[in-house]
Nanobody, 125 residues
Framework: QVQLVESGGGLVQAGGSLRLSCAAS????????MGWFRQAPGKEREFVAG????????NYADSVKGRFTISRDNAKNTEYLEMDSLKPEDTAVYYC??????????????????WGQGTQVTVSS
């Protein structure tokens, strides 16, 4: 069982930046592909970004491409989501997720095994 804990959410003005973190309670963090999803009120959970086990491959939703950057530090068992040029439509609860997959795989669907509890990001106009 892997526990994921997100942090770094908050209230920011449009055009601002936030950095989300996701700490994993496992000594084998490097065997997990990681991802970020978000869910706005009244909407389905959607893919934001994903990263492979080593961090060598990434994938982004078109809506955040060029503004968000996913990364990971396997020595710290933590993944990150750097969010720049934030827009009001980025307002949502952001979730991190993990799944044990082969090397080089990035998962862009909700087929993850473990999920965090979520952190709220609110972007004011």
């Amino acid at each position: 069982q892997v526990q994921l804990v997100e942090s770094g959410g908050g209230l920011v003005q449009a055009g601002g930046s936030l950095r989300l973190s996701c700490a994993a309670s496992t000594r084998t963090f490097s065997i997990y592909a990681m991802g970020w999803f978000r869910q706005a009120p009244g909407k389905e959970r959607e893919f934001v970004a994903g990263i492979s086990r080593s961090g060598g491959r990434t994938n982004y939703a078109d809506s955040v491409k060029g503004r968000f950057t996913i990364s990971r530090d396997n020595a710290k068992n933590t993944e990150y989501l750097e969010m720049d040029s934030l827009k009001p439509e980025d307002t949502a609860v952001y979730y991190c997720a993990a799944r044990n997959v082969p090397v080089g795989i990035v998962i862009t669907t909700p087929n993850y095994t473990y999920w965090g509890q979520g952190t709220q990001v609110t972007v004011s106009s």
